[in-house]
């Protein structure tokens, strides 16, 4: 086998794995009202995921090979708090040891108080990667740019792990049009995969 058909089946089956931990874990139907005030049956409460110990260097893994499919380099990456930070993190720790070795920051949804009145804690040095967890109308992500933006920080991509396609993602790339903006999953393949497990094949 060529070494690369080889790494591609390897990021096939963490990708798999880790859209597994997402239904499983994060999954959640019922009567819900979004951070965008929307309404909807099913809630993706991802931090029980990105938080979840045997799920974070799979997410390190899925985002570091969505800045390798894009062709961006960024050095650090970060979010909006809380939803990016476990994201960050795993991505940080995760490229010690596939390099190359990314900081990560920290946006802050309210200025710092104190001290160095800080809106963006940590490790920002451009380029930068804004991550987040789950993307329905694009706010999240939008405030993050926002941020970096004032902070004079470079953004080279937007990734995050699920798209619920409800038109968040096109809200971003009208911001960033010259940016990739990506996801790991998009909720039709959430959606696929729990049906194909409920009906047991």
Not at 12 to 30: K, P, Q
Not at 125 to 133: G, L, W
């Given at each position: 086998m060529h070494p690369r058909s080889g790494r591609r089946i390897y990021a096939g089956v963490l990708h798999r794995d880790?859209?597994?931990?997402?239904v499983e874990r994060s999954y959640v139907e019922g009567d819900f009202v979004l951070a965008s005030g929307r309404r909807s049956n099913s809630y993706f409460d991802?931090?029980?995921?990105?938080?979840f110990a045997e799920a974070m260097p799979l997410i390190g893994a899925a985002f570091q090979g969505e800045f390798a499919r894009a062709g961006t380099r960024p050095r650090t990456v970060g979010g909006l708090t809380s939803g990016a930070d476990p994201i960050a993190?795993?991505?940080a720790y995760h490229s010690l040891v596939s390099?190359?070795?990314l900081d990560f920051f920290i946006v802050r949804k309210d200025r710092k108080g104190h001290g160095t009145r800080k809106w963006?804690?940590?490790?920002?040095e451009s380029p930068v990667a804004i991550v987040d967890d789950v993307v329905t109308s694009g706010g999240s992500v939008l405030r993050a740019i926002e941020r970096c933006l004032e902070e004079g920080?470079?953004?080279?991509?937007v990734a995050v792990l699920v798209d619920r396609e409800e038109g968040g993602m096109a809200a971003i790339r009208a911001v960033l049009p010259d940016v990739p903006v990506t996801a790991v999953f998009q909720r039709s393949q959430l959606d696929a995969l729990r049906a194909q497990q409920r009906g047991g094949g």
């Amino acid at each position: 086998m060529h070494p690369r058909s080889g790494r591609r089946i390897y990021a096939g089956v963490l990708h798999r794995d880790l859209a597994t931990i997402l239904v499983e874990r994060s999954y959640v139907e019922g009567d819900f009202v979004l951070a965008s005030g929307r309404r909807s049956n099913s809630y993706f409460d991802c931090k029980l995921t990105t938080c979840f110990a045997e799920a974070m260097p799979l997410i390190g893994a899925a985002f570091q090979g969505e800045f390798a499919r894009a062709g961006t380099r960024p050095r650090t990456v970060g979010g909006l708090t809380s939803g990016a930070d476990p994201i960050a993190q795993a991505i940080a720790y995760h490229s010690l040891v596939s390099g190359p070795v990314l900081d990560f920051f920290i946006v802050r949804k309210d200025r710092k108080g104190h001290g160095t009145r800080k809106w963006i804690e940590g490790c920002a040095e451009s380029p930068v990667a804004i991550v987040d967890d789950v993307v329905t109308s694009g706010g999240s992500v939008l405030r993050a740019i926002e941020r970096c933006l004032e902070e004079g920080l470079a953004i080279v991509h937007v990734a995050v792990l699920v798209d619920r396609e409800e038109g968040g993602m096109a809200a971003i790339r009208a911001v960033l049009p010259d940016v990739p903006v990506t996801a790991v999953f998009q909720r039709s393949q959430l959606d696929a995969l729990r049906a194909q497990q409920r009906g047991g094949g």
